[in-house]
């Protein structure tokens, strides 16, 4: 066996979520607005890392109005804590 072989064979699955804020409402009412082109970012990131492993939840995590220099946040509150598996992860 090669050794690509062998590493794809051991490359463990890497399940990835997006999360994005914007520390103001303003714009987000638009069709497409700055929540929507972080995510994009974020996906396409994502998915350049394919080949070791990486994949996208389709789960949106975003926190539209809401500041950064504070944890009360909905999606810190009560989205994607609850949904981090006990296990180990890793945080980019």
Known sequence: MSSHAAKSKTRRLIRCAVYTRKSTEEGLDQEFNSLDAQREAGQAYI??????????????????????????????????????????????
């Open 47 to 92: 998915k350049s890392q394919a080949h070791a492993g990486w994949t996208c939840l389709s789960d949106h995590y975003d926190d539209g109005g809401y500041t950064g220099a504070s944890l009360e946040r909905p999606i810190v509150l009560f989205g994607f804590v609850e949904r981090v598996p006990a296990r180990p992860a890793r945080w980019s």
